[in-house]
């Protein structure tokens, strides 16, 4: 037979204390979420009680109604006798040609000039310094409309900048060469994506087997066949083109190759030059968190600095520029709203114009809200996926 001592009864008591407040904490959780719902219904109910009494239409039937509104700027196929959805699918494209192009770029160059700023070079290092002060303090905005100006205030076509050959640089926009993408070329450019995802985890199979024996595998064979060999059959297979064409000047405007339309060509490099300043100052930040023993110990290995900076210090600073980096690219892709200033037809321009041609403007602006929260959730939950992998595992 047990008896309960004072410590004993002294545990039950603080276990039936902690039960408690965690009952009492979870019934006020369902409280306050109860009125939240209840407040968002009761508006929701309101606003369409409201809508209905001035005979104002609501849901998404309207986006299989023919759209009637021109796309100047687009990569996919499209008409004005197209449905609302089809133009919604073509801002949202390019809203994405803006947000992914522009990530990269800004990170390219967003590095280098962070690098520059630690760079021993005093000329180099204070033209980084002035670069990134200057951008960081003038509203992105304003940029903008400078770039886009200047682009406004270049020659006409017939008097085109051309730095070099096949490239046009006029108030029509860049002119590039291209090679035109069919479907068999989608298809080869599948297999040579799903060639370097099958050799990366090849790769790291052939690191362990590495560790494992001390036995050296060298991994060019597998990368000439899955990335060079197997797209090159498929190419020929299925007889894709890749002939390049070259711009030509027909008239008053240019026939052939690709085109960068000044609102898109402007768009891209205010938030790229804007948001690089941004992550310069990340990467620099977080090259310095780098303990100095690591520079000194490499130094005194008689290592290069460049190695020492790709291969030691920037794999450890990508632990602390990471998360930052993240928000950035959050910010990019939410700036790119800002398209509607110089006429880009983006995802929000297209629903401005859905919004004042059918009147519906909650369901516009909740198909607005849609992407980019689709959009950003995407690249957040990219971005931590990645720095789970590169964090330190501590035993």
């Known amino acids: 037979m047990t008896t309960s001592t004072p410590e004993l009864r002294r545990r039950r008591q603080l276990r039936f204390s902690l039960n408690r407040q965690q009952i009492v904490g979870l019934v006020w959780q369902v409280v306050v979420v109860g009125i939240v719902v209840a407040i968002v219904a009761f508006l929701w109910s309101n606003a369409l009680h409201n809508l209905s009494a001035r005979r104002i239409s609501t849901g998404f039937a309207f986006l299989g109604r023919e759209a009637g509104m021109p796309i100047a700027d687009a990569w996919l196929a499209y008409s004005p006798k197209d449905t609302y959805v089809r133009a919604f699918i073509v801002g949202i494209v390019n809203t994405l040609r803006v947000a992914v192009i522009g990530i990269v770029l800004a990170t390219v160059l967003g590095?280098?000039?962070?690098?520059?700023?630690?760079?021993?070079?005093?000329?180099?290092?204070?033209?980084?310094?002035?670069?990134?002060?200057?951008?960081?303090?003038?509203?992105?905005?304003?940029?903008?409309?400078?770039?886009?100006?200047?682009?406004?205030?270049?020659?006409?076509?017939?008097?085109?900048?051309?730095?070099?050959e096949g490239v046009f640089l006029s108030n029509r926009g860049l002119v590039l060469p291209s090679v035109p993408i069919a479907e068999a070329n989608l298809w080869v450019i599948a297999t040579a994506v799903a060639g370097l995802i099958a050799l990366f985890v090849l790769r790291r199979q052939l690191m362990t087997r590495q560790e494992a024996d001390g036995k050296v595998r060298r991994l060019w064979p597998y990368a000439l066949v899955l990335v060079g060999a197997l797209p090159a059959l498929v190419s020929l297979g299925l007889g894709a083109s890749w002939t390049v064409t070259m711009p030509e000047l027909r008239g008053f405007n240019f026939v052939g190759g690709l085109t960068l339309a000044p609102e898109y060509f402007a768009l891209l490099i205010a938030l790229v030059t804007y948001t690089s300043a941004f992550i310069a100052e990340i990467v620099r930040s977080g090259i310095q968190a780098v303990p100095r023993g690591q520079w000194d110990a490499a130094n005194a290995l008689g290592l290069r600095r460049s190695f020492v900076l790709q291969r030691i210090v920037l794999p450890q600073a990508l632990r602390?520029?990471?998360?930052?980096?993240?928000?950035?690219?959050?910010?990019?892709?939410?700036?790119?709203?800002?398209?509607?200033?110089?006429?880009?037809?983006?995802?929000?321009?297209?629903?401005?114009?859905?919004?004042?041609?059918?009147?519906q403007a909650i369901e516009a602006i909740a198909l607005i809200m849609m992407v980019f929260l689709t959009i950003s959730l995407g690249i957040s939950l990219f971005m931590n996926w990645y720095n789970a992998r590169i964090a330190l595992v501590e035993r």
Not at 130 to 144: N, S, T
Not at 322 to 336: A, D, E, G, H, R
């Open 111 to 164: 590095t280098l000039i962070g690098i520059a700023r630690l760079s021993s070079n005093w000329l180099l290092s204070r033209l980084a310094a002035v670069y990134v002060e200057l951008l960081r303090d003038i509203p992105l905005l304003l940029q903008l409309l400078f770039w886009y100006v200047l682009m406004q205030g270049l020659p006409a076509a017939r008097a085109a900048w051309r730095p070099i």
């Open 320 to 359: 602390v520029i990471i998360p930052p980096m993240t928000s950035q690219y959050l910010n990019l892709t939410k700036n790119s709203s800002l398209a509607v200033a110089v006429g880009y037809q983006d995802v929000v321009s297209i629903a401005n114009t859905t919004l004042n041609q059918t009147g």
